[in-house]
């Protein structure tokens, strides 16, 4: 695959879906209802998709799991799609999981946050670098979840790796995104906001373009409404939008996002498109709660 870190960037300013991992009632992967997920995705109008993002239980699911995620997105995305593989673990797994990628024919790997305890600038550095230079082919986007790396460390991941295309940034701080970005450089790099819909106006306004979301695989149209309308700078529509999935997203986040993916499952559950199964350490939601979400998304249809 030829590098095109022009459309890359593009795709990056864009809603950038993170896929759902179903299971069947064995509690295994299940291929066809991943294929129709994606699917519905892409007819929804959704360019930009992430397989084996967090959303997708990354964590748990298997190495052989993963790969078959990879490969069914790149199968199921068609021309105009572009797939960005989200990799992650020891170093070691990252580059074997970023070439895997490439082989597949994604276009973009998004590297997961580190999970070892001990994590020094220059070992981020290091890191993102070694998997940068296994794919130059590829774009490659850290996943900056730690509020103590700091936008100086991109800047220079950015000199070592021209392939950094963008930053995925998930600290829950405006101030503090607004201030890693103008220290890594708010214009070598494009701006996902990776707290999604809940967190993009505040975001966007501080120099963001894209922004990841699970939602959008529940009501795709909903989530390219907030985005036409940050495009244009019309927050007031944009934060029309916020009131209608304040609620479904704040389920998602409360302690400490421990139902993030459940509900959004569950959401899916309520339209018929896949199971609810989720695995440790998440689980499923008790009945109230399933009742909840389900009159969220009705309320969703019915608009």
Known sequence: MMNDFA?????????????VSPFDADGAFDRDVYRTLVRRLVDGGVRTLT??????????????ERRVETELTVAEAGDGTQVIVGVGQD????????????????????????????????????YHRLVAEAVPELGVVPYVRNPAIEG?????????????VGAKYAVPDPVR?????????????????????????AYFACGATGFTSGLVGVAPAISREMLAALRVGD???????????????????????????TVVKEALAALGLC????????????????????????GWEVA
Not at 7 to 19: E, G, H, K, N, S
Not at 51 to 64: D, R, V, W
């Open 235 to 261: 927050y007031p529509a944009a934060m029309r939008v916020w009131d209608r999935i304040r609620v479904f997203e704040e389920l998602r986040a409360a302690r400490q996002s421990a139902d993030n993916v």
């Open 51 to 64: 397989a084996n993002g967090n959303t997708s239980e990354f964590y748990s699911l298997t190495l052989e």
């Open 177 to 201: 995104f607004a201030t890693f970005a103008r220290d890594a450089g708010r214009d070598r790099f494009v701006w996902v906001a990776g707290l999604a819909e809940l967190y993009a106006p």
């Open 7 to 19: 459309a890359q960037r593009a795709a990056l300013a864009d809603v950038v879906a993170i896929t």
């Open 91 to 126: 170093a070691t797994t990252a580059v074997a999981a970023a070439r895997h990628a490439a082989e597949a024919g994604a276009s973009m790997v998004m590297v997961h946050q580190p999970v070892n305890p001990y994590v020094s600038q220059d070992g981020w550095i290091e």
């Open 152 to 164: 100086a460390s991109l800047a220079r991941l950015g000199e070592l790796s021209p392939n950094v």
């Open 275 to 298: 199971r609810r199964d989720v695995r440790p350490p998440s689980s499923v939601l008790p009945e109230p709660s399933r009742a909840a979400v389900a009159a969220i998304v009705e």
